[in-house]
């Protein structure tokens, strides 16, 4: 019952995380056409403040839309009407040459709108007489009233998903404790304790094998049509080396994905790592290779350098290949055209550090504090989940090892730094 409220906790803050995020976008959308009005009226300052006065009056609502000028070396703001009044907010927005700002309710009433949220667009320009400020105020109280619609909904809906789950998901759990009830009878009518004990253990391990056997079933049925597919263009290749190399690539990367499918389902069911001793150079030029292209296409440099002697590591090498894979395209994502990413491979004390350092736009170190957390992301909306760092602080746990990320100390970039247990007195 529980995990129950929890999923549902989580899904409902998922959702109206989303829910807030676009009602920020059409905030930002509708800011953008206060500011393509005062753009436009702007020009008319050129015949004259009467010429202004009547464009102005011409998209003004009351209540709703209000137009001022801030006139060369005045203070305050001049209303249509020839009315002055001034905002603190709107001035320092205009001195700063900010594009828009949000009013909250009693700085939308003192510009005579509505007691409500405002969005006020803002140019600049200049005339014979100076340099004027042109300043479009419109009540936000449609959008907010959609806003404020759609989270009752949001709340209606998850309520009454709410009451559902946990309907049947009570009766499911009474049904399964009358179940467990009468196991318990029978066990201890037999041999009570390790009867029991053993069902419960069966009863654990038929669910997970279960689980295991589903997920391996559905990816493993799309990889066999691409594995087959992949076969077919090999044996029509008529001995094309491009051609094949193609299907070869395919190959080898569908048994990779196979290989990374099996070693997350270990993770999942807490089995100990299938570990072999390896190289750290062998691993860093594995993901070298796979994130060579990306790295191209964003014009970016990645160089490797590797430290003489370095002692052999215990892991699953695809899927260490993978944790390295997700940094070196993380710091791959945060560089420019023409930025560099660097992968270290050195030895500190009784471990083997990699090392992922980059150029790039850097991470505070709050953000740094919170990056491998689920669902946190520094990358604009749309292009990231908040999952990848998470997902790969847990493989590298599940080698025993730590990872960690913060800036650089010369605060140009970000550091991501893996360690892992070295295999005493054994060197490539």
């Not at 002055?84 to 001035?91: F, K, L, T, Y």
């Not at 400020?133 to 907010?144: K, L, M, N, W, Y």
């Not at 052999?312 to 899927?319: D, G, K």
């Amino acid at each position: 019952m529980l995990a129950m409220v929890f999923a549902i906790g989580v899904v409902a803050a998922i959702a109206y995380w989303d829910e807030q995020r676009e009602f920020a976008a059409a905030l930002g959308d509708f800011a953008g056409e206060q500011t393509a009005l005062a753009r436009a009226i702007a020009p008319t300052l050129q015949s004259g403040l009467p010429s202004f006065r009547a464009a102005a009056r011409s998209i003004e609502r009351p209540g709703m839309v209000r137009v001022f000028v801030q006139e060369p070396s005045a203070r305050g703001l001049t209303a249509s009407d020839g009315q002055v009044v001034r905002s603190a907010a709107v001035e320092a927005a205009l001195a700063d040459g900010v594009d828009w700002l949000r009013l909250s309710r009693s700085e939308a009433a003192a510009l005579a709108l509505r007691s409500r949220m405002a969005m006020a667009g803002l140019t600049r320009t200049r005339t014979d007489a100076g340099r004027w400020g042109i300043v479009v105020v419109a009540s936000a109280q449609r959008e907010r009233d959609r806003e404020r619609l759609a989270q009752w909904r949001l709340a209606l809906s998850v309520l009454l998903a709410s009451g559902l789950v946990l309907t049947f998901g009570g009766l499911a759990l009474r049904n399964q404790r009358k179940q467990m009830l009468l196991a318990k009878e029978l066990a201890v009518a037999a041999v009570q304790s390790e009867r029991d004990e053993r069902l419960v253990r069966a009863d654990k391990l038929a669910t997970m094998g279960a689980l295991a056997t589903g997920i391996a079933h559905e990816v493993s049925t799309p990889l066999g049509v691409i594995l087959g597919r992949a076969e077919q263009i090999l044996s029509r290749s008529g001995g094309d080396e491009r051609d094949e190399r193609a299907a070869r690539a395919i190959v080898e990367q569908a048994e990779r994905i196979s290989g990374i499918v099996r070693g997350f389902l270990a993770l999942a069911r807490g089995d100990a790592p299938q570990t072999q001793h390896i190289a750290p150079e062998a691993l860093a030029d594995v993901a070298v290779d796979l994130v060579g292209h990306r790295f191209a296409k964003a014009d970016v440099q990645l160089s490797v350098s590797k430290s003489a002697g370095l002692p052999l590591v215990a892991c699953e090498p695809r899927l260490m290949e993978q944790v390295l894979v997700n940094l070196l395209l993380n710091a791959c994502d945060a560089c420019q055209a023409g930025g560099q990413v660097e992968l270290r491979l050195v030895t500190q004390g009784p471990r083997v550090a990699f090392v992922v350092t980059d150029n790039g736009s850097g991470i505070s170190e709050g953000e740094a504090a919170r990056v491998l957390d689920p669902f946190f992301t520094t990358k604009p909306v749309g292009q990231g989940a908040g999952l990848g760092l998470a997902i790969t602080s847990e493989l590298v746990k599940h080698h025993r090892g730590t990872l960690s990320v913060a800036p650089r100390a010369d605060q140009t970039g970000t550091r991501a730094c893996v360690e892992l247990p070295a295999v005493e007195g054994a060197h490539a």
